[in-house]
Nanobody, 115 residues
Framework: QEQLVESGGGLVQPGGSLRLSCAASGFTFSRYAMSWYRQTPGKERELVAFISRSGDSTNYADSVKGRLTISRDNAKNTLYLQMNSPKPEDTAVYFC????????WGQGTQVTVSS
């Protein structure tokens, strides 16, 4: 069964750090580009970061550039999102996504940035 499971969310202070993980199973992880999205109540899901299959290429939403870093470990079938110096506006549920028909989503992990 193809599955994505996020972890690592929680409460973090502004200026702190947090690393989210997304464990993939049931498919060949290295064959897919991957993305992180986030969503807040009442808003559409927003693309945060993208990484190529090998990890050599990344792209970020302008709102997170310089603070969030996407990476992957294909040997561990795991996607990461490092959050450095997060801001309160980064508070959201974070989802990892594998493109496909249909797209494969994890269940999400809540990140709250607050002092």
């Amino acid at each position: 069964q193809e599955q994505l499971v996020e972890s690592g969310g929680g409460l973090v202070q502004p200026g702190g750090s947090l690393r989210l993980s997304c464990a993939a199973s049931g498919f060949t992880f290295s064959r897919y580009a991957m993305s992180w999205y986030r969503q807040t109540p009442g808003k559409e899901r927003e693309l945060v970061a993208f990484i190529s299959r090998s990890g050599d290429s990344t792209n970020y939403a302008d709102s997170v550039k310089g603070r969030l870093t996407i990476s992957r470990d294909n040997a561990k079938n795991t996607l990461y999102l490092q959050m450095n110096s997060p801001k309160p506006e980064d508070t959201a549920v974070y989802f990892c996504m594998r493109p496909g028909i249909p797209n494969l989503w994890g269940q999400g992990t809540q990140v709250t940035v607050s002092s």
